[in-house]
């Protein structure tokens, strides 16, 4: 006898973590770190708690044994328990998601004209995504604003303490001496370096040394705390986080890498990464911060909680929120987040991005890290309007954005690999350690390698006056200067000194960076690229400006350069050449010129920014039209197609579709005639993570698609909660169960199948097949001759063909 209620009747207890959580303790190799993943912070439990009800345990046993009436649950309430879910390094289902949401959200409206609360409850759930945007932008913009700070007070304590309170940095501490001259700024008595506290001196060779072996000693420690707290505490805290972020909102599944140990490992480490003095910024890692803050936040809205789709809105919305807190940019970071993360992103999340972004920017804005009213350190404004002569170095400058992007990915990608390949990679505290000490060695001795990257990039973005006590504003003053048409831009002996420094700089930042973005701490790679541009960019903005000087009179000057006024920025010119090296990297564009844009806050450098940028691009897509963080996805064998990439051949579904020829027919179960113990015996000796359900063997026209897990699930509850279930009972997929007397009842799982899988034909072009499975992010597609079977194609077989169409090794898709 079937027993009623199997499908919409309420199990308690059906499924429980610990009962299914088998694959979370498998060692699992991602980014090069052999990670035990058994945390599932951003996967909602499957306890039984949502399932209790006002009836007692002995009424719904009765129901299900079918010797009392059986109670109708309302799926929204009670969904049958782990149907449906994920397991981990799995692809979601996009149209289920959808279809699942949609399905709730027609089912909160029609009960809304029942009764005052139900209309209520519709609208707390409107309001649920505001609200969740809010807390968001709130909590992503405080944690911004605390790792500011403590970055801003670890890195100015490897060069010495304030005696008024060891909390204040350096220029906080100056701020409260009344002995400050604007000249000499940055020193006061309050603030005492290393050498003045042990030696009592800060003159002479041996306060150097001392002040030198400071500065190492305390990168060291610093550099050691990053690496020792990811590798023991959350190992998904190190890199920039981006590719992973990428992968996850294209659908892929990575239990814990936005939970909540991940997001308070990383907002320490990388507040020690950045404080270290290593080539790497903090710029990147805050999108991953972000959206860890984002996925945390899911789990009070049951609406995003349960919903991987909805889920990876706000994923999206965090992205952007990221990229503002980072660069003070709302605007930026919402096209960054349409642009070069998100992989889903309709009309509705934009206008959340928005409102996210604005509500992170203010936060970030009342807590003022940095003491300047502005929500960056290295926000500039330019007063002097730029020439049309000068596009000519703007696009000099892309050509070298552009050049240096497309050699640091091989560099970086050869480094990676080498370190995924050999025993580099198996000591990774020694890695970190090493190239901390190397940092440290090499920087020091140059001023402007050791000031961490975003005062360096504000260094180089400044625009001098007349009072700036800058070396790259040391140019020889006239006595008459102040009188009109007295030239003043003649470089003195402070400029060419800063100049060779620069040079020197320049190659240090361009190698180091190589072998440090990677490792196994926090790293964003935003800052370090800027820096290199900006550096590029003001070598080239006082050539000019030089060039000017001497040339005057010249054809290329004469009608706009004239005596009486600067007429060559070179803090423009570093800001240009930040943007061309950034995109080069990158590949970014849009969001980039909106980016740099809001830094400087004028809207007459748009077009050397969109010169420089879109040159960039251009030579860099000319040796490979993958930016790093695509790079990184590919080296890591993400699944992840990349929706700008262009499939280009002329294979046909058959050529790609499993099983081949020469293999093994594919596995299917039938609709009827196959018992419990056939299924259990099919899906232990495969590893598929479906399966098509087809009317016979011999017929095999197809009728649905059923995954692994919730056919897993569904056999074990229905072993443990219903009567007569045997090995030997039929599975049925049918609506109607055929009579046979004298057999065990049958199990009946038309409900957890998909009546309407994607298909296509033996014949469809791949460059389709392609295209559906990005733009409707499907995990499987099933490929049919005249309505008969034939065979799968799932995303891990696109990529594979993908990589061997272009050369590459197919077995590098690492996940399905």
Not at 12 to 27: A, F, K, T, V, Y
Not at 164 to 190: A, I, K, M, V
Not at 603 to 618: D, F, G, N, Q
């Amino acid at each position: 006898m079937e027993k009623p209620g199997y499908c919409s009747g309420s199990f308690d207890g059906l499924h429980h973590p610990s009962d299914d959580d088998d694959d979370d303790d498998e060692m699992v190799d991602i980014a090069g770190a052999t990670l035990d993943f058994s945390s599932t912070d951003d996967v909602p439990p499957l306890s039984s708690e949502v399932y209790e009800d006002n009836n007692s345990s002995s009424s719904r046993t009765a129901g299900m044994n079918g010797n009392g009436p059986s109670r109708l649950v309302d799926p929204l309430e009670d969904p049958l328990p782990g149907v449906g879910t994920y397991e981990d390094f799995n692809t979601i289902d996009w149209v289920r998601e959808k279809s699942k949401d949609r399905d709730r959200h027609r089912e909160i409206t029609n009960k809304s004209r029942q009764s005052t609360m139900a209309l209520l409850r519709r609208i707390s759930d409107a309001f649920s995504g505001w609200l969740l945007m809010l807390l968001v932008g709130l909590m992503a913009g405080a944690v911004a604003g605390g790792i500011d700070i403590s970055a801003h007070w670890m890195t100015d304590m490897k060069g010495g303490v304030c005696l008024q309170g060891f909390w204040f940095n350096h220029e906080h501490c100056c701020w409260l001496s009344n002995e400050t001259t604007f000249q000499e700024r940055d020193r006061c008595p309050q603030w005492k370096s290393w050498a003045e506290l042990i030696t009592g001196t800060s003159e002479g060779a041996f306060a150097y040394v001392v002040n030198y072996m400071m500065y190492i000693f305390w990168a060291l420690i610093f550099s050691f705390l990053a690496v020792i707290l990811v590798r023991a505490f959350a190992p998904y805290a190190c890199g920039s986080g981006i590719p992973e972020i990428k992968t996850i909102l294209s659908g892929f599944i990575i239990r814990g890498y936005l939970g909540k140990w991940t997001l308070i490992i990383k907002t320490i480490t990388l507040v020690l990464a950045v404080s270290s003095g290593l080539s790497l910024g903090k710029e990147g890692p805050l999108v991953h911060v972000a959206c860890c803050c984002a996925n945390i936040l899911c789990h009070l809205f049951t609406k995003y909680c349960k919903n991987e789709s909805k889920r990876r809105e706000v994923l999206s919305a965090a992205a952007a929120v990221g990229v503002s807190v980072a660069f003070g940019a709302p605007i930026g970071g919402v096209l960054f987040s349409l642009e070069e993360v998100s992989y889903y992103f309709p009309l509705k999340t934009l206008w959340r991005s928005f409102f996210a972004a604005l509500v992170a920017a203010f936060t970030l804005r009342s807590i003022n890290p940095f003491g300047n009213s502005r929500l960056v350190l290295f926000y500039v404004e330019f007063h002097t309007p730029w020439h049309l002569i000068e596009l000519a170095p703007f696009i000099l400058l892309g050509i070298f954005g552009g050049l240096w992007g497309a050699l640091f990915i091989k560099a970086n990608i050869a480094w990676c690999r080498k370190r995924k390949t050999t025993r580099l990679g198996h000591y990774p505290i020694i890695e970190v350690l090493v190239v901390a000490m190397l940092t440290a060695v090499l920087a020091y001795p140059n001023s402007y390698t050791r000031m961490s990257g975003s005062e360096l990039i504000s260094e180089l973005f400044n625009d001098c006056s007349m009072l700036d006590s800058s070396q790259l504003c040391s140019y020889k003053q006239q006595a008459n200067m102040s009188e009109p048409g007295v030239d003043n831009s003649l470089a003195g002996p402070g400029l060419h000194t800063a100049l060779w420094q620069l040079a020197l700089a320049l190659v240090f930042k361009m190698m180091i960076t190589v072998i440090t973005f990677g490792m196994k701490v926090p790293s964003g790679l935003f800052i370090p690229s800027m820096a290199v541009g900006a550096i590029a960019g003001r070598l080239l903005g006082i050539g000019m400006e030089q060039l000017a000087h001497h040339n005057r009179d010249s054809v290329i000057f004469k009608g706009w350069c004239s005596a009486e006024a600067e007429c060559i920025m070179p803090g423009l010119y570093a800001m240009v050449g930040a943007a061309a090296c950034l995109g080069g990297v990158t590949r970014m564009t849009v969001s980039l010129v909106v980016i740099m844009f809001e830094l400087t806050g004028g809207l007459e450098y748009i077009v050397p920014l969109m010169a420089a940028t879109m040159t960039s691009k251009w030579v860099a897509d000319a040796f490979g039209r993958e930016g790093i963080y695509e790079a990184h996805i590919r080296l890591n064998g993400y699944p992840f197609l990349e929706p700008k990439e262009e499939f280009e051949h002329s294979s046909l579904a058959v050529d790609v579709m499993r099983p081949r020829r020469s293999d093994p027919a594919l596995a299917v179960l039938t609709q009827e005639g196959m018992t419990v113990g056939e299924v259990e015996s099919l899906v232990e000796s495969t590893h598929y993570s479906g399966f098509p359900v087809v009317v016979s063997s011999e017929s095999q026209r197809l009728v649905g698609f059923v995954l692994r897990r919730d056919l897993l699930i569904s056999i074990d509850n229905a072993r443990k909660r219903q009567d007569g279930i045997v090995s030997a009972s039929q599975v049925l997929f049918t609506e109607h169960a055929p009579s046979l007397p004298d057999a065990p009842p049958p199990l009946r799982l038309r409900c957890i199948m998909d009546l309407s899988p994607f298909t296509v034909t033996d014949h469809t072009p791949m460059d389709i097949t392609v295209d559906i499975f990005r733009k409707l992010g499907l995990r499987q597609c099933l490929v049919t001759h005249n309505g008969r079977l034939l065979g799968i194609i799932t995303k891990k077989d696109i990529l594979k063909h993908m990589a061997q169409m272009a050369n590459r090794d197919p077995d590098s898709i690492l996940f399905n």
